[in-house]
């Protein structure tokens, strides 16, 4: 059984950066970040392969955000660079404790946590 607990979200300015992290406690394969806000549908922001080789990330944040997973494998971050008011959402950490070749798609991930919450004020 794996269980994923979210943190480090809070209220910043545009421009800004915050760092979010994922404690892990199980054995995990691939992992991933999403997002969802108000009204819209939880949507992929990027993710890990499970050897930590391969890195994937939306458009809307590749070139901001990075992903990546401390070497003992308990805790996943997600490092947001020039954040925008666009990047307000509650960010779920994800996990999969089986192989596969697809990462962003709500569906390749069987573990979610409970979500933290970023407000980006312009």
């Known amino acids: 059984q794996v269980q994923l607990v979210e943190s480090g979200g809070g209220l910043v300015q545009a421009g800004d950066s915050l760092r979010l992290s994922c404690a892990i406690v199980?054995?995990?394969?691939?992992m991933a970040w999403f997002r969802q806000s108000p009204g819209k549908e939880r949507e992929f922001v990027a993710a890990?392969?499970?050897?930590?080789?391969?890195?994937y990330y939306s458009d809307s944040v590749k070139g901001r955000f990075t992903i990546s997973r401390d070497n003992a494998r308990i805790t996943l971050y997600l490092q947001m660079m020039s954040l925008k008011p666009e990047d307000t959402a509650v960010y779920y950490c994800?996990?999969?404790?089986?192989?596969?070749?697809?990462?962003?798609?709500?569906?390749?991930?069987?573990?979610w946590g409970q979500g933290t919450q970023v407000t980006v004020s312009s």
């Open positions: 199980g054995r995990t394969l691939a």
């Open positions: 890990i392969s499970w050897g930590d080789v391969n890195t």
């Open positions: 994800a996990a999969r404790d089986y192989y596969g070749n697809n990462y962003k798609q709500i569906e390749n991930y069987n573990y």
